[in-house]
C-alpha cells in the first residue's frame, strides 16, 4: 500500500544580490572554506536524511551556478532558475515550480541561502518538533540584547523590553499548500513566518543557538568560518561541514 505519511522538502531561495556585502559576486558564491557560501547550507539540508529534495532557486540569468561543481552534494539538489526580484517572490516561484513533485500536505523547509553555520541537528530537531504541529513553525532564539529605539538624529527614543522577544532564524517548515497559499496572498513580507501570520495563523518558535547566523556585513565571514573550523568541539551535537 503507498504512504502518504508527509515528506520533507528544502527550498533555498538564491537569488539576490547581497549588495550590502560590497562584494563583485552575489553573496552566495563568495568564497568560504574553499567552497561557496551557500555549499554549506546545502551540504547540510543534503545530509538529512529525511528530506526528499533541495531545491535552490536561483536567478533566471544566474551563470554562476555552473562555474561550481555540486556533485559532491549528491542526487537530491536541483537547481530552480525562476527566482524573483525578493525573497518571497523567489520562495514562490520555487513552490510554484515544485508542484508537480509535492503533495499538498508535504512540508517544505525554508532556508537562507546566507546561513551557511547550519547544523544537521538543528534541522533534525525542528522536522521532529513539528512533526504533528497544525501551522508548522521556524527556528529561533530568544533576544538576550537590550533594544534601543533610536529617534531620526540617532539618539535613544526609548528602551524596548526584550520580554518575549525571538531573534527569527530559518529554516521555517509549513505545508507546501498552506505556505503557497499565504505567500499568494500577502505581498512584502520578508520571511515565510510573517506570511502564515498574515493569514491568521501562529507560527511556532523552535529554538535554535546562536551560531545559526546570518552573513550580512562582510565581517560576517569572519564569524561564519570561525564556526564552521570549530564545530563540534562544545557539545558534540554537530558535525563538520564537507
Known amino acids: 500500500m503507498q504512504s502518504f505519511d508527509p515528506r520533507h522538502f528544502a527550498l533555498v531561495p538564491a537569488a539576490g544580490s547581497g549588495a550590502r556585502m560590497g562584494a563583485a559576486l552575489p553573496k552566495q558564491y563568495l568564497p568560504l572554506l574553499g567552497r561557496p557560501l551557500i555549499h554549506h547550507a546545502l551540504a547540510t539540508l543534503c545530509a538529512v536524511p529525511g528530506i526528499e529534495r533541495v531545491f535552490v532557486v536561483l536567478s533566471v540569468d544566474d551563470a554562476e551556478w555552473a562555474r561550481h561543481d555540486w556533485r559532491v552534494l549528491g542526487p537530491r539538489l536541483e537547481p530552480l532558475f525562476c527566482g524573483g526580484p525578493t525573497r518571497a517572490d523567489s520562495v514562490l516561484a520555487g513552490l510554484r515550480a ?18 551557511p553555520c547550519l547544523a544537521r541537528w538543528h534541522v533534525e530537531k525542528l522536522m521532529r518538533e513539528l512533526a504533528h504541529d497544525d501551522v ?6 530568544p533576544l538576550a540584547d537590550t533594544l534601543k529605539r533610536a529617534d531620526e538624529h540617532a539618539r535613544v527614543a526609548a528602551t524596548v523590553a526584550r520580554d518575549s522577544l525571538w531573534r527569527a532564524q530559518t529554516p521555517q517548515m509549513f505545508r507546501y499548500v498552506m505556505l503557497r497559499r499565504a505567500l499568494e496572498s500577502v505581498h512584502g513580507v520578508t520571511d515565510e513566518a510573517s506570511a502564515i501570520e498574515a493569514a491568521g495563523l501562529r507560527p511556532r518558535l523552535i529554538e535554535g543557538d546562536a551560531a545559526n547566523i546570518k552573513v550580512t556585513w562582510p565581517f560576517d ?11 563540534g568541539e562544545g557539545d558534540g551535537k554537530e558535525e563538520k561541514i564537507p
Open 98 to 115: 515544485i508542484s508537480a513533485e509535492v503533495r499538498a500536505t508535504d512540508w517544505v523547509l525554508v532556508h537562507d541561502a546566507a546561513r
Open 136 to 141: 508548522g513553525g521556524l527556528l529561533a532564539t
Open 221 to 231: 565571514m569572519c564569524l561564519a568560518e570561525w564556526i564552521l573550523r570549530h564545530r
